[in-house]
């Protein structure tokens, strides 16, 4: 976490490497400043970021999501969090219209996407994917592909042209934290690599094509500490580059990658958006008594 | 102060337990010999018959005494499935044992290099051979793989990953086609082309009527090892912004790849040996006619069923000498499928 601890980005937009005159003393005072820093200003560095207005989710007649309004500022890092079936990995997969693959599915509401809707007819939904990458619950890397060929896989699937495709490939696996591991065995399988590199592989794999947003849906929940460790790393890493969405249902992990938490709830009818705000401020001092409930592990 | 452990099994047969699986087996033995010969039953099916029925009475009483009622049925059901493996494998061994035995006889080069043009069926065996049939039976599935695969491997890719309006009666219909009789197939093929245009039999012909028989073994298989591409990886493709054929192409197709060999081999062990359907289709010939769009041609079902027909000793030995070579054909196919299908998922 060194990194977010001494990056920040200011008004114009630009990153700031060394950040003079502060010691950060806990987490959550950082996640706040650098809140502050990337909300005050109004100009926003990386587009505008998504915004979710008014988003319901029905499978079939279940009305599984109502009216969730959040926004993800450009460069920040917003966590999900709340107990299971509330709809958060339901909410996830409609900004990047994954929702609409499981048949008999269907919603209302917009997704903006640096203003523009997602969800507007006539859009090619391919290229909303390519900007909007996601990472998965469990690893999937392809399985007739080595770890380069997964790397570059976007490339081919999107049908895209990189220059310098080995520079590509160091990159995406150098962010994704995998590089070291893996640079002498491009060539293997990756289903020979653990849990835990798998999943970087993914995540190397959903940044080849060079997204603006990634959407992590429960990205450690089949990992070990260790590897969980070294993705959050690498989220703090990508959060200075793209705006990040995950969901998690380990609370320490939202509070220590996260500028952002949002609380989801259902009680018993559809998942709504309980409260979002500064994870600190979610975590410490939270508005709602059932967030206050959740976090501090009285329910859920 | 270390003392070496010794691995042991603690779960493994004592000498006991071996004894007593021995002494049932042994007793079951004896009662089957017993038995045969002092009733009129006779072969090796009836000694195979009463050796199962006395091992199922005989063990079932050592374990009643052992671990009861539960024990015995628990036995019971593991016999019954160790009978019907046993069953399968001796029906499996006794088809290649009398092809083997009965078709080695009539190999020599000659069979395997000649054709029939100059030789007759009731020849002494050593004039003539087959390779008109072989190559005619070659290039006949080559057709069939050539239309059916890309058909069926299509057809199962609709039917699961497109999922379109027409699924369900597809579905259906492919159901349907796997249940027709190869005659019928044959017929079809006579009735609507050589009846109705001015195509004659010709291997091409033989290959439709045995693709309407390939096509929907082959569908079904792979839509089965379709089906079990998880759909994880289909959304990991959609994900990077692939379209749905992209994914399917580069993401599906190669990770059943395995499957959809298997997939091909089952079609061409469904064909292979189909003869009905060439009769009506491909006709007989002696000789070698490598132009797949006209005239007719030796295969080597025709060249058994003819062999069969004849009756002398020498046509019936060239059946089975045919069937043999049938044998070896198709699994010199299967391996050298499998071999390429492996080979290339390691790199």
Partial sequence: MNNSGTDSINQNGTHMSE?????????????????EAKTAGGTVPLGTGLEARGVHAWFDKHHALEDVSLDFSAGTVTALIGPSGCGKSTFIR???????????TSMAGQVLLDGKDIYEPGIDVTK????????????????????????????????????????????????????????????????GLSGGQQQRLCIARALAVKPKVLLMDEPCSALDPGSTLRIEETISQLSKTMTIVIVTHNMQQAARVSDYTAFFLSDGGPGQMIEVGPTNEIFSRPRDERTENYVTGRFG | MS???????????????????????????????????????????????????????????????????????????AKLT???????????????????????KGINLA??????RNASLFDPIGKGGILHAISGTLMLIAIAIIISVPMGILTALYLTEIKGKAAGLIQFLVQAMSGVPSVVAGLFIYAAIILNTPLRSSAFLGGLALTILMVPTVTRTAQEVLNLVPSDLREAGLAMGA?????????????????????????????????????????????????????????????????????????????????????????????????LGTRSMKK
């Fill in chain 2, 3 to 77: 003392t070496t452990v010794k691995p042991i099994k603690p779960w493994a047969a004592t000498p006991r337990d071996r004894f007593i699986t021995g002494l049932s087996v042994g007793l079951s033995l004896l009662t089957s010999v017993v038995v045969v010969l002092a009733t009129p039953m006779k072969g090796k099916l009836a000694y195979f018959a009463v050796f199962f029925l006395a091992w199922f009475v005989i063990d079932s009483l050592f374990i009643l005494r052992k671990s009861g009622s539960k024990g015995v049925r628990d036995g019971l059901a």
């Fill in chain 1, 128 to 191: 909303i994917r390519l900007q909007i990458g996601m990472v998965f619950q469990k690893p999937n890397p392809f399985p007739s592909m080595t770890i380069g060929e997964n790397v570059l896989s976007g490339l081919k699937l999107a049908q895209l042209k990189a220059d310098n495709q080995d520079q590509l490939l160091e990159e995406c696996l150098t962010r994704a934290g995998l590089w070291n591991e893996v640079k002498d065995r491009l060539g293997a399988h990756a289903g």
């Fill in chain 1, 19 to 35: 950040e003079q005159n502060t010691t950060p003393s806990s987490l959550s005072d950082v996640a706040a400043r650098r809140a």
């Fill in chain 2, 243 to 339: 379209t749905q054929w992209k994914t399917v192409a580069l993401v599906v197709v190669p990770a059943a790849r395995s499957g959809l060999i298997t997939a091909t081999i089952l079609g061409v062990a469904r064909i292979a040996g189909e003869t009905a359907p060439l009769l009506f289709t491909v006709g007989v010939f002696d000789g070698y006619n490598f132009n797949p769009f006209k005239g007719d041609q030796g295969t080597i079902p025709t060249v058994v069923w003819r062999g069969l027909l004849g009756g002398t000793p020498e046509s019936v030995q060239r059946a089975w000498s045919a069937i043999l070579v049938l044998l070896v054909v198709v699994l010199i196919m299967f391996v050298a499928a499998r071999t």
């Fill in chain 2, 82 to 104: 160790f009978f019907g493996g046993v069953l399968v494998c001796m029906a499996v061994f006794s088809i290649l044992w009398a092809t083997i035995s009965r078709g080695l």
């Fill in chain 2, 111 to 116: 069979f395997l290099t000649e054709n029939m």
């Fill in chain 1, 94 to 104: 409609t900004l990047n219209r994954m929702h609409e693959f499981i048949p008999h």
